[in-house]
């Protein structure tokens, strides 16, 4: 059975946490990265970043917007 909260998606302002959502499919944790991005990015300081949550605990970051290059 697929982990419901394997791929999270997280949407900060100012360092805290405005809103998250989980999912257990990637693609549907890519598509709701590019909507998000699309409607929240005019918040002040917004930062959304998806991420994985390996079997043991780790997790890594797949996508996050603005880039570490912007």
Request: hydrophobic share 35%.
């Amino acid at each position: 059975m697929d982990d419901p909260e394997r791929y999270r998606l997280t949407l900060t302002s100012d360092g805290a946490v405005v809103m998250q959502g989980w999912w257990s499919n990637r693609a549907t944790g890519e598509r709701k990265f590019i909507s998000w991005v699309g409607s929240y990015s005019a918040i002040s300081d917004a930062r959304i970043v998806l991420t994985e949550q390996d079997d043991d605990g780790t997790e890594r970051v797949l996508q996050q917007w603005p880039t570490e290059n912007a």
